[in-house]
């Protein structure tokens, strides 16, 4: 099917939300169902039957053209128009795209509206695309990773640029291209920085573009001091965990905006009082939520880690974590994870579960 589909076809069909589409197609379907229970005209009928088999069709291309994405993004290399900022003059340079560890996280609903801008030409070439080296980066100690989530090697990394600002943009180009598309990125700029975090803050403004999540995972390129803490909250926000959750987790207490944004600028910062930094119960805590079959989205609200919390201190880590891990034993389906609406009612299914 994917290799049937023209790159036309394609151009339109990655442009789609399909979370949005998968909803339209679903109140389409609700509302043919009403009027057969009502017994309208069947010119109408027909006439909304024709509506839904046109959404699916849209729907089933657009899965097609994202399952091609996924499978090609980052295969081959792409075009960057360079331009040099003494000069003025611009050259196309071949380099497939990478991204550093702990960078602001990306977000695929940005991601898919840019694919939609550049799909449709409306793409403001003004706004410039910031890389650097791969190589140099690994050279200075960091993680860089393709498309894919592969960590690339030394020996490899000439053939990378890494995006440090438009990792949005960039993503969106590198997934139209790997549906066929014929796109080049426009207006990139090079930068040499040894200090990638301190360079992210500064031309993002952290203090006012930013949310949390942003904040957070770039501390870990930042942080001075508990480094290692910083890089668990990270990777915790990259799976899809809320800031303040994160912070919960591995240290009990909820960072405050100041605390972080000290963190940012490298400078010297105290944890809350009573904070307590445990990463190895923290993952714990994640991994036997997970294996009870938890999802993320009822993992990270704050409730469930603070009803362990509560529970662990009125009984014993020991017994907590013995409950937590019977947890798989009671079959959570989201209709009873949806039950759950505060720290006390984790703390019943614990007992529960014990």
């Known amino acids: 099917m994917i290799e049937k589909i023209s790159n036309s076809v394609y151009n ?24 057969q229970r009502t017994n309208a005209n069947e010119t109408v009928i027909d006439a909304q039957k024709q509506v839904i088999k046109d959404l699916q069709e849209k729907y ?3 899965v097609a053209a994202e399952e091609l994405a996924k499978e090609c993004i980052g295969d081959s290399p792409i075009t960057f128009e360079v331009v040099n900022e ?9 380099k497939k795209i990478a991204f550093v560890k702990n960078n602001r996280p990306i977000n695929n609903v940005k991601v898919d509206k840019f694919i939609s801008i550049i799909a449709k030409d409306k793409y403001e070439k003004a706004y410039p695309i910031i890389v650097t080296e791969a190589k140099q980066l690994i050279e200075s100690g960091y993680k860089v990773y393709d498309l894919k989530g592969r960590e690339i090697s030394l020996e490899e990394a000439d ?21 066929g598309e014929n796109y080049e990125i426009p207006n990139v700029r090079i930068r040499e920085k040894e200090n990638i975090g301190e360079y992210l803050v500064d031309i993002n403004d952290a ?4 949310d949390n999540k942003d904040r957070l995972a770039v501390a870990a390129l930042t942080a001075t001091e508990e480094k290692d803490l910083f890089e668990e909250i990270a ?3 990259n799976d899809g965990f809320n800031p303040s959750t994160s912070t919960l987790i591995f240290t009990g207490k909820k960072f405050s905006k100041c605390l972080i944004n000290k963190v940012l600028k490298g400078e010297k910062f105290s944890l809350p009082k009573d904070a307590k930094v445990d990463i190895e119960r923290g993952r714990r ?5 997970k294996a009870a079959g938890i999802k993320i989205k009822y993992l990270t609200k704050r409730y469930l880690i603070d009803g362990f919390n509560s529970y662990a201190a009125s009984t014993n ?19 009873r994870m949806d039950k759950i609406k505060d720290g006390t009612h984790f703390i019943n299914l614990l007992k529960e579960a014990l």
Request: a negative charge.
């Open 207 to 210: 203090g006012t573009s930013w």
């Open 159 to 179: 053939g990378y640029f890494v995006i440090l600002d438009g990792q949005h943009r960039g993503k969106a180009f590198a997934i139209l291209i790997a549906t």
């Open 285 to 289: 805590f994640v991994t036997l939520c």
């Open 317 to 335: 880590e020991e017994q907590a974590f013995k409950a937590l891990e019977s947890l798989k034993n009671l079959n959570l389906t989201d209709e």
């Open 60 to 62: 089933d291309d657009s």
């Open 12 to 35: 339109d069909a990655v442009s789609v939300n399909l979370k949005m589409l998968s909803k339209d197609l679903q109140r389409q379907e609700k509302t043919l169902k009403s009027l």
């Open 86 to 94: 003494e000069t003025g003059k611009r050259e196309e340079v071949k």
């Open 235 to 237: 990777a915790l926000i």
